[in-house]
C-alpha cells in the first residue's frame, strides 16, 4: 500500500475540528504526497523522512511548517501501525538531534513567551492608539487577564459577562475567511473569575455604542457539515459595519460589526504594539519602525509608515499625499521593542504564570485556564469560592501595581477609557523621563 492510498483511506475517517482538518490538508497536498505519495509504507524510514523534513526546508518552507508536516505524517503513520506497518518510521526519536540547537531555541521562546502586567498594559494602550478603540485596549486586557484563547474572546456573547466572572462556553473559529461557532477547544467550557476593575471595563465597553450583532449572513447556512455563524451577538466585534448599502442601514436600527481576523489584528495591530515594528509583507513592503508624533499625548500618535535608516546610507524620507514633512513643529520618535514576538496566546501563558507566582492553587489555575488535572488530584481536589476570590485579589493587585507604574511614564493617555482609570488614581503624579524622551526631547528619540 502506498502513502496515497492510505492516506485516501485515513483523512476521511478523521473526526478533528475543520481548521485542524484543513491544516491538515494543506500539509497532505502540498508538503507530504507530493514527495512521499508513491512510497510505499514499508519503504518509508526515519532516515528518509529527516532527509525529507530538510529539503522543505532548503525548498523554502520554514522550519514550523516543515515540522508539522511531519507531525501530521506521524499521525497518519502511527493509524497504520502495527496493522500495516510495525512502527511508526515518522515519530522523533527522544535524544536524538542537536541539543545545543534545541536547547536554544527553548530558552528563546521561553523569554519571550509571556508578559508582566505592565507590558501587558503598554501593549494594549499602544494597540488601541493604532486601531482608535477603546474596545481593543478592552480585548486585549481581557485575555491577559482571564487567559482566554483568542478563538473563545471571539465567541464570547454579552449574555455570559456577569459582575464577576465570565463563561467561556463558545468559541469562533475563522476557516477560508469565513467564522464556525463551536465549544472550547478540548471541552473547556468553564466559568472564569474576573477582577474588579475587569468587570467595570466590560460594563463600560457593553453600555458604550460598540457593535454587538455581527454583520454574517445566513446564506452561509450549515451546507457542508460546518457550524458557519449566520449572525449573532458578540462581545468583542470591529466597528467596520462591513458592506452595506445605505439602504439597509436605515432599515437596520441595529448597530453591526465583523468579526476580528487574526492575521490582520496580528500584522496591522498588535506585532507593531509588541514589537514597535511593523512586520514584514513580502515582496514589497520591508519591516518598518512604528513612528509616532509624540507632541501628543503618550504613547503618541502613529504616522504612516517610514522605512528604517540604514547605516551608512544617505536617508531621504517619503514624501508624498498624507506623509507628514520635516519641520520644527513635528516630533518624531519610534516605538520600542516591548515583548518582541509575543502573541495574544503567549499573554494566556502570562496569566498561569501570575497565579503561580501569587501561590493559586494548581486546581484552581487549571479550571480558569480550561486545562483538566491529571490522576487522582483532579478527582479528589474542588475549587471552593475562596480560591476564586484570592483570583481576584492577586489580579486587581498586578491591575492597580501595572498603573501605578504606567502614570510614573506618563500622567495621562491617549486611551481614553485608560485615562480615566489613569486620573482616578489617588495622590500626584509626574512624568518620569524614559529613554532620554521628554515632552521637551529633539525629534528622533525613542519611546
Known amino acids: 500500500m502506498t502513502l496515497t492510498e492510505w492516506v485516501n483511506i485515513w483523512f476521511p475517517a478523521l473526526d478533528l475540528e475543520p481548521s485542524t482538518l484543513d491544516s491538515y490538508r494543506y500539509l497532505i497536498e502540498?508538503?507530504?504526497?507530493?514527495h512521499l505519495g508513491d512510497h510505499t509504507l514499508s519503504s518509508l524510514s526515519n532516515e528518509g523522512i529527516a532527509r525529507?523534513?530538510?529539503r522543505l526546508i532548503a525548498s523554502g518552507f520554514s522550519k514550523k511548517t516543515a515540522s508539522n508536516a511531519r507531525?501530521?505524517?506521524?499521525?497518519a503513520l502511527a493509524d497504520a501501525t502495527p496493522r500495516y506497518i510495525p512502527l511508526n518510521p515518522a515519530a522523533k526519536t527522544k535524544g536524538k538531534g542537536r541539543k545545543g540547537g534545541s536547547r536554544i531555541e527553548r530558552i528563546e521562546k521561553e523569554s519571550k513567551v509571556w508578559a508582566s502586567p505592565l507590558e501587558v498594559l503598554l501593549i494594549a494602550e499602544r494597540a488601541a492608539i493604532i486601531s482608535g478603540l477603546d474596545a481593543t485596549f478592552i480585548a486585549d486586557i481581557t485575555i491577559a487577564y482571564t487567559g482566554c484563547r483568542w478563538s473563545e474572546l471571539?465567541?464570547?456573547p454579552p449574555n455570559l459577562i456577569y459582575p464577576d466572572a465570565i463563561d467561556l462556553h463558545w468559541k469562533l473559529y475563522e476557516l477560508n475567511g469565513r467564522f464556525y461557532r463551536g465549544r472550547p477547544k478540548d471541552g473547556s467550557m468553564r466559568t472564569v473569575a474576573t477582577p474588579p476593575f475587569l468587570n467595570r471595563l466590560l460594563t463600560h465597553h457593553l453600555r458604550s455604542e460598540v457593535p454587538l450583532q455581527c454583520t454574517c449572513s445566513a446564506r452561509f447556512e450549515d451546507t457542508d457539515g460546518i457550524p458557519w455563524c449566520t449572525g449573532g451577538k458578540y462581545a468583542f466585534l470591529t466597528a467596520n459595519p462591513g458592506k452595506r448599502s445605505e439602504e439597509e442601514k436605515k432599515k437596520d436600527k441595529v448597530v453591526r460589526g465583523s468579526h476580528y481576523r487574526?492575521?490582520?489584528f496580528s500584522e496591522r495591530i498588535f506585532r507593531p504594539a509588541a514589537d514597535g515594528w511593523y512586520p514584514q509583507r513580502l515582496p514589497r513592503r520591508p519591516?518598518?519602525?512604528?513612528?509616532?508624533?509624540?507632541?501628543?499625548?503618550w504613547p503618541g500618535k502613529p504616522l504612516p509608515a517610514w522605512p528604517a535608516a540604514q547605516a551608512d546610507q544617505p536617508y531621504t524620507p517619503p514624501q508624498g499625499q498624507g506623509r507628514p514633512r520635516i519641520n520644527d513643529d513635528l516630533r518624531l520618535a519610534s516605538w520600542l521593542p516591548i515583548r518582541p514576538g509575543l502573541t495574544p496566546h503567549g499573554q494566556r501563558h502570562g496569566y498561569h504564570t501570575w497565579l503561580d507566582e501569587d501561590g493559586i492553587p494548581y486546581v484552581a489555575q487549571s479550571q480558569q485556564i480550561g486545562h483538566e488535572v491529571?490522576?487522582?488530584r483532579g478527582i479528589y481536589s474542588?475549587?471552593?469560592e475562596r480560591m476564586l476570590d484570592e483570583i481576584r485579589e492577586a489580579l486587581q493587585r498586578r491591575w492597580l501595581a501595572s498603573l501605578e507604574a504606567r502614570a510614573s511614564l506618563s500622567p495621562t493617555s491617549a486611551v481614553p477609557v485608560l485615562n480615566a482609570a489613569l486620573l482616578a488614581l489617588p495622590g500626584p503624579r509626574q512624568q518620569r523621563p524614559l529613554g532620554g524622551f521628554t515632552p521637551s526631547s529633539p525629534p528622533n528619540s525613542d519611546i
Do not use: F, Q
Open 287 to 297: 519591516r518598518m519602525p512604528v513612528l509616532v508624533d509624540h507632541r501628543y499625548p
Open 52 to 54: 525529507w523534513e530538510k
Open 154 to 156: 471571539l465567541g464570547l
Open 262 to 264: 487574526r492575521s490582520n
Open 374 to 376: 491529571p490522576g487522582m
Open 71 to 75: 507531525g501530521a505524517l506521524s499521525s
Open 382 to 384: 474542588h475549587v471552593t
Open 30 to 34: 502540498v508538503c507530504i504526497l507530493p
